[in-house]
């Protein structure tokens, strides 16, 4: 059972809308790694839905209210919208029974409003680090599950060829999305999604984590589609070390990314990105992009390698 949220919860639910509304449009004169161009042709645009079911548990009802007043969904279907979507799409929260969960299933992404009370409690407790922010600590994780969700729905909607676990690919997507179109932004969300990971670890410092608790993960942690919350705070940290190790050298060194992984981070980028151009920005409309996320038009570095 969840607790009634409090007014600085509500307060930063609607914050959260402006992680969600292109906020890095205020950011127009910073640099970003530019997308390759697509011609963005006659556009075939089915509609995104979105749906604030009410609550199943009433002590969700301020936290439906927040997100109803700050228009979350809403926000985030400008991104949606920018893709040229062979069906139709619907954004949903809803009751999940108790369980705590996202998912996306049959042209419909599913935030349980139990996961992102997780995420508002995690946020205020006392001993969040303070390497994160209150705000980041909500944002991020938000950001990071409706993105994560939004890869299977585009995998699903444009059919794209994956090999390994599709949660990977996902969280490789979802990831690379954040880091690209937040990048201004990124660092305070990547330490936000983080520290989301290890509170599933229990504790606040990988560099503490005993190797008796890893050599002991539960199998069924280990058997799960999904990689193992340690394993996730390393892919992503690794990725955002590729992308741009000036600027997230300082989470490599909190969760002590060992050496021989950093240096390959720079071809996982390369990687993810390459993929990201050849299966799914064709189906995207890039004019439309750029006016929520108009720093995107600058471009830095390297065109993506194979």
Known sequence: MHALL??????????????????????????????AA?????????PVHVHYDPPQNPAHADLHS???????????????????????????????????????DEGEILLCYEYLADIFTNARRADRPDWVSERDAMGGPV???????????????FDVPIFGREEDAADALGSYAMLRLF???SPGLLAGVVYSYLVDTGTKDLKRLKPAATATVSRHLLADAHSTPVQRIYNLVCLAHGSDEAR????????????????????E?????????RLIEPHLDRAALLRLFPHLKTPVGKPAAR
């Open 269 to 277: 980028f390369a990687q993810v990105q390459y993929a990201y151009r």
């Open 183 to 185: 990048e201004p932004q």
């Open 38 to 46: 697509k011609p963005a042709g006659k556009l075939a645009r089915q």
């Open 6 to 35: 409090p007014r600085p919860i509500l307060r930063l639910m609607l914050m959260a809308a402006l992680l969600l509304s292109g906020m890095a449009a205020a950011q127009a004169g910073a640099s970003g790694p530019v997308l």
């Open 248 to 267: 997230h050298g300082e989470a490599a060194r909190r969760v002590d990314l060992p050496q021989t992984r950093a240096e390959g981070c720079a071809a």
């Open 143 to 157: 950001l990071d599950v409706i993105l994560h969700e939004g890869a299977h729905a585009l995998f699903d909607l």
């Open 66 to 104: 927040a997100l109803v007043r700050a228009q979350v969904l809403e926000q985030a279907r400008k991104f949606f919208v920018a893709f040229r979507l062979p069906r139709p799409l619907t954004l949903r929260t809803g009751g999940c029974d108790g369980d705590s969960n996202a998912w996306y």
